[in-house]
């Protein structure tokens, strides 16, 4: 991303008022399966909710990268700081099905989790559902310290390195 490998073409950049419109249309693209797997909710227009997530976005509390291929949005992570415990963050991410099982998410895993840590984030949760096979398996991948199930839905915690000084 950025011209670097793997995804030289696109570019990743932190969302900007811009990018409002098209993240929006990028979930409201995205299968019924996709949305739910999302937000755990049956969702047929995830239009308001995504932007008043989206409206919160300051670059320091609840961030939020978008991936676009030339002027559209193809993947966006979502990182927001726990307030109880402001070095721990919550992540989530949703990649378009055109873009999907091609390696994207695992990048755009990786991106998020450096742009938490340059924020002074130590430990990032992610959660997702356990019937949720690409996620699960991408989530397994990057070796999480703790898992916590709860239903059909599991919450991974990774520690972050400390960004070098
Ligand atoms: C979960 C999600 C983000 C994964 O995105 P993705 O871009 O498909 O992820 P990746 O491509 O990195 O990994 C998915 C699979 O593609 C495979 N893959 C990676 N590069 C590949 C390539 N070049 N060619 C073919 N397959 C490839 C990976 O090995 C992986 O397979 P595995 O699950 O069998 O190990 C995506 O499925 C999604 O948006 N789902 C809906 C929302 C969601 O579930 N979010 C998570 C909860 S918040």
């Excluded at 693209?29 to 995830?46: E, H, K, N, V, W």
């Amino acid at each position: 991303m950025n011209g670097r490998e793997p995804f030289p073409e696109l570019t990743l950049r932190p969302f900007g008022h811009a990018d409002l419109e098209g993240t929006v249309a990028t979930f409201k693209r995205l299968s019924r399966q996709s949305l739910y797997r999302r937000f755990f909710t049956l969702m047929p227009d995830p239009s308001p909710f995504v932007a008043r997530h989206l409206e919160r976005v300051d670059h320091r509390d609840h961030q939020a990268l978008v991936v676009l291929d030339r002027h559209q949005v193809v993947a966006v992570a979502q990182w927001d700081r726990v307030p109880q415990s402001p070095e721990h963050a919550e992540l989530a991410m949703v990649v378009d099905e055109a873009w999907q099982h091609r390696g994207l998410g695992t990048a755009l895993a990786r991106a998020a989790a450096g742009d938490a840590r340059r924020h002074g984030v130590t430990a990032l949760t992610a959660s997702v559902l356990a019937e949720n096979r690409p996620a699960m398996r991408l989530v397994l991948r990057h070796h999480p310290t703790t898992a916590e199930a709860d239903g059909g839905q599991r919450t991974y915690r990774f520690a972050l390195d400390k960004p070098a000084a």
